[in-house]
C-alpha cells in the first residue's frame, strides 16, 4: 500500500506539500499540485485510509454537485433526482461548489475514496482534463452542463443554442431592434474553462441575429446568475447611450432582478424594455409582468439522469449518451 512517502518521492516534493494539496491548501504552486496528483493517481494512493477496505463495496449513495444550492433550477432537479435515488434504496449527497473549481475537485475525492458510487455534475468547472481521472474510480453523469470532449459520459440537457435562438427569434419578430444578451459569462470577453453550455447559448442567440442582419453590440453583453447580478445589469443598460429595447437574459432570477430595477426607474416591461428569462421558475408567473421564459424540464432532467447514474453504478446497458429534453418558449407578458 503506498504512503505519502511515496507519494512525495514520486513527485518530487516533501511530504507537506502532499498533505497540503490533499487538502486543497490555497497556497501551493500549480505545477506542484498537479505532480503531485498525478503521483497520487499512478500510486493509486487515497488520502482516506479506509478507502482500500471500502474498495468493491457498494455505498449506495451518489453525490451530485451544484454551483448555487440557493438556485431554485438545481433544487428542483436534486429533488427529482432524490425521487428516483429513493425508488431504488440510493441516497444523496448534495455538494455545493459555490463555483470554485478546488472545492470541484473536494467532492470529487469521495468518488476516489469510494465514500460515493458516482457523481453527478449538475453544474461545472473544472475541465474534462482535471475532471477525467476520477472517471476511474466510478460513473460520472452530466445533467444541464456538459463538456464536448468528455466520450462516454452520459449526458441530460436540451438543446441550449436551439433554446436561446428561439428565444431571440421570438424577439425579433416581436419588432425588437436592439436585444441585448446576458448568460453565465461571456464567452467573447472572457477565457473560461466551464462548460460548453453558456457558448452554445451564445452561438444560437449570435445565429439568430446574424440571420436578421442585426448587430450583437458588445456593450450590450452582460454576465450574471443573481436577482441583484439583474438590478446590477439594468444599472449598467441604463447608463449606456444606445439603450437595448429587450434583453435575453441566462435565468429567471437575473430576469426578476432587471425587471425590479426597471420598474424602479420608471421603466415599462415590456414597452421600454422587453424581458426574457430562462428556466420557468414558479416564480416566473408571479413576477410583474409574468415572465416569458424557456422552459427547463427539471423533473425530467433530474429523474433521467439519476435513471442513467444507476444503470451504470449496476453496469446495465447504457443509454443514448446525449439526451436533449424539449424546452419550449412560454410568452407571457414580459414581451
Known amino acids: 500500500m503506498s504512503t505519502i512517502k511515496d507519494v512525495a518521492l514520486r513527485a518530487g516534493v516533501s511530504r507537506s506539500t502532499v498533505s497540503r494539496v490533499m487538502n486543497n491548501h490555497p497556497y501551493v504552486d500549480e505545477e506542484k499540485r498537479r505532480a503531485v496528483k498525478e503521483a497520487m493517481m499512478e500510486l493509486g494512493y487515497s488520502p482516506n485510509s479506509s478507502a482500500?477496505?471500502?474498495?468493491?463495496?457498494?455505498?449506495?449513495?451518489?453525490?451530485?454537485?451544484?454551483?448555487?444550492?440557493?438556485?431554485?433550477?438545481?433544487?428542483?432537479?436534486?429533488?427529482?433526482?432524490?425521487?428516483?435515488?429513493?425508488?431504488?434504496?440510493?441516497?444523496?449527497?448534495?455538494?455545493?461548489?459555490?463555483?470554485?473549481?478546488?472545492?470541484?475537485?473536494?467532492?470529487?475525492?469521495?468518488?476516489?475514496?469510494?465514500?460515493v458510487d458516482g457523481v453527478i455534475f449538475a453544474s461545472l468547472v473544472n475541465d474534462w482534463e482535471t475532471i477525467r481521472p476520477f472517471s476511474e474510480y466510478g460513473p460520472i453523469v452530466f445533467c444541464n452542463e456538459y463538456l464536448r470532449e468528455a466520450e462516454g459520459v452520459p449526458v441530460i440537457t436540451i438543446n441550449q443554442k436551439q433554446a436561446m435562438y428561439d428565444a431571440t427569434m421570438h424577439l425579433i419578430t416581436k419588432g425588437y431592434e436592439r436585444i441585448a444578451y446576458c448568460n453565465i459569462y461571456d464567452p467573447l470577453k472572457q477565457q473560461s474553462t466551464l462548460s460548453a453550455l453558456a457558448e452554445d447559448r451564445f452561438l444560437g442567440y449570435k445565429k439568430a441575429m446574424e440571420e436578421a442582419k442585426m448587430s450583437c453590440d458588445e456593450s450590450w453583453r452582460f454576465a450574471g446568475h443573481s436577482v441583484e447580478d439583474g438590478k446590477r445589469i439594468f444599472k449598467e443598460l441604463n447608463n449606456l447611450a444606445g439603450k437595448p429595447d429587450a434583453i435575453i437574459t441566462g435565468s429567471d432570477e437575473i430576469a426578476a432582478g432587471i425587471i425590479a430595477e426597471?420598474?424602479?426607474?420608471?421603466?415599462?416591461?415590456?414597452?421600454?424594455?422587453?424581458?426574457?428569462?430562462?428556466?420557468?421558475?414558479?416564480?416566473?408567473?408571479?413576477?410583474?409582468?409574468?415572465?416569458?421564459?424557456?422552459?427547463?424540464?427539471?423533473?425530467?432532467?433530474?429523474?433521467?439522469?439519476?435513471?442513467?447514474?444507476?444503470?451504470?453504478?449496476?453496469?446495465?446497458?447504457?443509454?443514448?449518451?446525449?439526451?436533449?429534453?424539449?424546452?419550449?418558449?412560454?410568452?407571457?407578458?414580459?414581451?
Open 52 to 115: 482500500q477496505r471500502l474498495r468493491g463495496t457498494e455505498t449506495r449513495t451518489i453525490a451530485v454537485l451544484v454551483s448555487r444550492i440557493v438556485n431554485p433550477f438545481f433544487g428542483a432537479i436534486v429533488d427529482a433526482m432524490d425521487e428516483v435515488a429513493a425508488e431504488h434504496s440510493y441516497r444523496l449527497i448534495l455538494c455545493n461548489t459555490r463555483g470554485n473549481a478546488n472545492q470541484e475537485l473536494h467532492f470529487l475525492q469521495l468518488l476516489q475514496t469510494k465514500q
Open 262 to 335: 426597471a420598474k424602479g426607474n420608471g421603466w415599462r416591461v415590456p414597452d421600454d424594455l422587453a424581458v426574457v428569462g430562462f428556466d420557468n421558475q414558479p416564480t416566473a408567473v408571479l413576477l410583474d409582468p409574468k415572465l416569458t421564459t424557456i422552459h427547463q424540464p427539471t423533473l425530467e432532467m433530474g429523474r433521467e439522469a439519476m435513471a442513467q447514474m444507476l444503470a451504470a453504478v449496476k453496469k446495465e446497458p447504457k443509454l443514448a449518451q446525449v439526451l436533449y429534453l424539449a424546452a419550449p418558449l412560454l410568452i407571457r407578458q414580459s414581451t
